[in-house]
């Protein structure tokens, strides 16, 4: 008579002795937990902490697809990383890391960006796709790729001290777009660099969604198919909505308009977006330098957040922080005698600002290309980029 235990090895009984002590895990589950694929969207805030703990608990291969590099803005909350692995890729260090955490999982590095023409051959190696993006174009794109593979989407999102969690695209249940059938208007949700999040809230959520992934690939308790689950740090409380499928769902209803993958950009408005700043007048770091040492410089207005300014300002050449949800409000602090120059910390904002100083009638106000970390870039290296 064979062992239950004859697929697992000796150090791995050692190692996960406390699930084989679970009646839900036993013998039987943690080799089903060996043999599973999970896929890793981005190994950022809400990916560290899943990949870390899917890596713990024995699942035998996991997939992480991100292309980035580490940051120093990221170890606030990314604890795949250190402070030695700034500058490196996010590959590179995580693969390292999750070697040390449990050197029995497979490790398998897509150092790709997620698109429509390498999403479907990518996610379909895999049995559950864990999303930990932070863009609506790469969460529209995980949604429907996993509908048309039929593969289990753990979602989960973030932002300041909020956090949400689901399993969308199961073979059941809704799918993301059920729930948000169209994305925001660019810009009005703001992305962790301007909101910020709390470094621990990814944490959170990021280990409910590891917890998602493992109870699906057991085949044991309640899943999250169906509800949507609110996590509100601040005032430590959780509340659930129900999610019904829809069934005039574009993408996972029986007779769905979309059956393949489409543009995410364009759907989630960015192209037209991109063009919208691309056509206010904008001045590079450069020229904008030579401008603040010429005989009549520009006014230089900052539209970031106070905090934004603390880390990083163009104050010594004399800029003026008005944020971009005061503008409207504050134009009469504005010279309309002068040239106007209006940065932001990319330069998507300010862009906005400008359109609402044309709009009010400044006639010579441009948008710094780039924004503050063009000018790190370009001007002055020590500059804290964020």
């Known amino acids: 008579m064979s062992s239950p235990f004859a697929d697992l090895t000796g150090p791995e009984l050692t190692r996960y002795a406390r699930h084989l002590a679970l009646p839900e895990v036993g013998s039987e589950g943690q080799q089903k937990l060996k043999t599973a694929r999970v896929a890793l969207v981005g190994t950022g805030g809400l990916g560290s902490p899943a990949a870390l703990y899917l890596a713990a608990a024995g699942v035998g291969t996991l997939g992480l697809i991100d292309f980035d590099e580490v940051d120093a803005t990221n170890l606030q909350r990314q604890i795949l990383f250190?402070?030695?692995?700034?500058?490196?890729?996010?590959?590179?260090?995580?693969?390292?890391?999750?070697?040390?955490?449990?050197?029995?999982?497979?490790?398998?590095?897509?150092?790709?960006?997620?698109?429509?023409?390498?999403?479907?051959?990518?996610?379909?190696?895999?049995?559950?796709?864990?999303?930990?993006?932070?863009?609506?174009?790469?969460?529209?794109?995980?949604?429907?790729?996993?509908?048309m593979l039929g593969k289990p989407n753990v979602y989960g999102s973030i932002l300041r001290w909020d956090g949400q969690v689901s399993l969308f695209a199961s073979e059941t249940g809704p799918c993301y777009r059920c729930l948000f059938r169209d994305p925001p208007p660019p810009g009005l949700v703001p992305n962790c660099a301007e909101g910020g999040v709390l470094g621990v809230l990814p944490g959170v959520i990021g280990s409910l969604q590891a917890l998602e992934a493992i109870k699906w690939i057991l085949g044991v308790g309640e899943s999250l198919e169906g509800r949507l689950v609110i996590f509100d740090g601040l005032e430590m409380s959780w509340r659930e909505i129900r999610v019904p499928k829809n069934p005039d769902c574009p993408v996972c209803s029986e007779s769905p308009s979309q059956v393949g993958l489409i543009d995410y950009e364009d759907f989630c408005g960015l192209r037209s977006a991109s063009a919208s700043i691309a056509a206010v007048p904008e001045v590079s770091a450069d020229e904008l330098r030579s401008r603040l040492s010429g005989a009549n410089p520009p006014f230089l207005l900052d539209v970031r957040e106070p905090f934004e300014w603390e880390i990083a300002n163009l104050g010594a050449f004399g800029a003026v922080?008005?944020?971009?949800?005061?503008?409207?409000?504050?134009?009469?602090?504005?010279?309309?005698?002068?040239?106007?120059?209006?940065?932001?910390?990319?330069?998507?904002?300010?862009?906005?600002?400008?359109?609402?100083?044309t709009d009010a009638g400044f006639e010579h106000a441009e948008n710094l290309r780039g924004g503050i970390l063009a000018w790190a870039e370009e001007i002055d290296p020590e500059l804290a980029r964020y």
């Open 82 to 147: 250190g402070t030695r692995d700034v500058g490196r890729s996010k590959l590179d260090s995580a693969s390292e890391r999750l070697g040390e955490i449990n050197p029995h999982v497979d490790v398998v590095r897509h150092d790709v960006r997620l698109t429509s023409e390498n999403a479907l051959g990518i996610l379909a190696d895999y049995d559950v796709v864990l999303d930990g993006t932070d863009n609506f174009p790469t969460r529209y794109l995980v949604n429907d790729a996993c509908v």
């Open 321 to 357: 922080m008005i944020p971009l949800s005061e503008l409207d409000g504050r134009l009469s602090e504005i010279p309309a005698d002068r040239p106007i120059a209006v940065y932001c910390r990319s330069g998507s904002r300010s862009a906005r600002a400008v359109r609402t100083l």
